[in-house]
């Protein structure tokens, strides 16, 4: 069973920067793109940050131009480097795999990132 583990959350003081790191545990075949998304106390997960496999990259409103999504297919890894840090940035951090439906998507467990004023 492939296994993506995050790393790279923490505290951090707004104006601050992270990145944070998504790990599979082998080679995943069949990826369409890879992402992440975010959940905050009480809000829905959104979409943070995407990459396909031709390397085009698509970011949501709130993190453009601070946000930077980048993979390692050598690998196996995904990071999402995180500059200008706000606290409305806080929440739990979730790297996904996107693959065909019949192949099924993976999601990792999730870091916390929290941003102070």
């Known amino acids: 069973q492939v296994q993506l583990v995050e790393s790279g959350g923490g505290l951090v003081q707004a104006g601050g920067s992270l990145r944070l790191s998504c790990a599979a545990s082998?080679?995943?075949?069949?990826?369409?793109?890879m992402g992440w998304y975010r959940q905050a106390p009480g809000k829905q997960r959104e979409l943070v940050a995407t990459i396909t496999n031709l390397g085009s990259t698509n970011y949501a409103d709130s993190v453009k131009g601070r946000f930077t999504i980048s993979r390692d297919n050598a690998k196996n890894t995904l990071y999402l480097q995180m500059n200008s840090l706000k606290p409305e940035d806080t929440a739990v951090y979730y790297c996904k795999v996107d693959r065909s439906p019949w192949l099924g998507d993976y999601w990792g467990q999730g870091t916390q990132v929290t941003v102070s004023s």
């Open positions: 082998e080679k995943i075949f069949g990826i369409n793109s």
